[in-house]
């Protein structure tokens, strides 16, 4: 497991790299995202969504923990952070093995939960512009996305 970093400079960067990486993604794919505040958790995941052809809007779910989107492949956002201190299973695995790709933001808060196999990203401000998005692909598969992503 090696792990990539990629800076952004730009809101707009972070955005076509996330839907760069729509382009590798599959079926009951898990993509975990951390970050303060700010970092852009939820740009990135507006990037997910436009590579896999969304076209509402996509905001935060954090009053509502999950949103669904429809797209070429559905796209599960959840924003767990509420779920702190909560043993609360709002049906993880069924997301997380269903047709669509999920994206969390606040993992930590459901650790328990997650698939071994995922693909995680730290997400950290350098400046007001700029970003470090730190990929840390969890089996082979995702090692194999990390690749083409990069390449």
Excluded at 3 to 19: G, S
Excluded at 78 to 106: A, H, K, N, P, T
Excluded at 125 to 149: C, K, M, N
């Amino acid at each position: 497991m090696r792990k990539r970093v990629i800076k952004t400079e730009a809101e707009t960067a972070t955005k076509q790299l996330a839907e760069k990486l729509a382009m590798y993604l599959r079926p009951s794919d898990v993509i975990t995202l951390t970050g303060e505040l700010g970092t852009g958790k939820t740009t990135f995941t507006k990037g997910i969504a436009n590579g896999l052809g969304v076209k509402r809007t996509v905001n935060s779910p954090t009053y509502t923990i999950v949103k669904e989107y429809a797209g070429e492949l559905p796209l599960y956002h959840m924003d767990v952070y509420r779920l702190e201190d909560s043993e609360e299973d709002i049906g993880f695995e069924e997301y997380f093995s269903g047709d669509g790709i999920c994206v969390v933001e606040w993992p930590q808060f459901i650790e328990p939960y997650l698939p071994a196999e995922r693909l995680d990203v730290q997400m950290k401000h350098i400046d007001a512009y700029t970003r470090e998005l730190t990929f840390i692909p969890r089996g082979q598969h995702f090692e194999s996305v990390i690749l083409s992503l990069m390449g």
